[in-house]
């Protein structure tokens, strides 16, 4: 139990334009959802903590108008990178959290590699 | 101040051996959880084990167990004969608070088993 997909994996667009990034949980509801970023050889960053049907809470320095979450249902959460610059280029990575299988730990998605030209 | 701390950047093993990863963490709040991840090359984080500030057993799940030393305030991750499969970045992070929900990571330790 406790899968998290991310779709797309892999990411490329030019600069200017928007990219949304789904997170899902897979087999359990998540009340919570996490956004990180992690850029090269570094640790990961929480972005925001989303609530189902809440809007998001951003960690200080992160610009709301520039990453759009979502967190529409109980198993999906967006990121849109909207105007996406070279400097966005980064790792981006979704967690979740909800009752089971526990309600102490956030379970990962694989991960979204954005490359922005 | 670093809430967690991984003193540790790099860590090579021999096949089979043992290997203990620190993680030193600070903190005021007398209920906290600790967790280390797993986040092998392709990217994801794998959870491999909890412990609450309360418990009184140090956590274990199968060849992980984590050192929980509550006065020193380290939560040490130790992985019994290693795999070549082992080889991953591995972060510790901390939960402060009952009902918070944020994580703190420490910078990672990247852990290379050798043949």
């Known amino acids: 139990g406790a899968v998290v997909s991310q779709h797309p994996s892999r990411v490329i667009c030019k600069s200017g334009t928007s990219v949304k990034i789904e997170c899902r949980s897979l087999?359990?509801?998540?009340?919570?959802m996490f956004w990180y970023r992690q850029f090269p050889k570094q640790s990961l960053m929480l972005m925001a903590t989303?609530?189902?049907?809440?809007?998001?809470?951003?960690e200080q320095g992160v610009e709301k108008d520039k990453f759009l979450i979502n967190h529409a249902s109980l198993t999906l959460s967006t990121l849109t990178v909207t105007s996406a610059h070279p400097e966005d280029s980064s790792f981006y990575i979704c967690?979740?959290?909800?009752?089971?299988?526990?309600?102490?730990?956030?379970?990962f998605g694989p991960g979204t590699r954005l490359t922005v030209l | 101040a670093q809430k967690i701390t991984q003193t540790q950047p790099g860590m090579f093993v021999q096949e089979k051996e043992a290997v203990t990863l620190d993680c030193t963490y600070d903190?005021?709040?007398?209920?906290?959880?600790l967790f280390w991840y797993k986040q092998p090359s392709s990217g994801e984080m794998i959870f491999l084990i909890y412990?609450?500030?309360?418990?009184?057993q140090n956590a274990t799940e199968g060849r992980y167990s984590l050192n929980f030393q509550k006065a020193r305030k380290s939560a040490n991750l130790v992985i019994s004969a290693s795999q070549l499969g082992d080889s991953a970045m591995y972060f510790c992070?901390?939960?402060?608070?009952?009902?918070?929900?944020?994580?703190?990571f420490g910078q990672g330790t990247r852990l290379t088993i050798n043949p």
């Open positions: 967690s979740a959290r909800g009752r089971r299988p526990r309600t102490d730990t956030q379970y």
């Open positions: 087999d359990f509801q998540a009340t919570t």
């Open positions: 989303s609530n189902e049907g809440s809007k998001a809470t951003y």
């Open positions: 903190t005021s709040d007398p209920s906290y959880g």
């Open positions: 412990q609450g500030s309360y418990d009184q």
């Open positions: 992070a901390m939960r402060e608070g009952q009902g918070a929900q944020k994580l703190v």
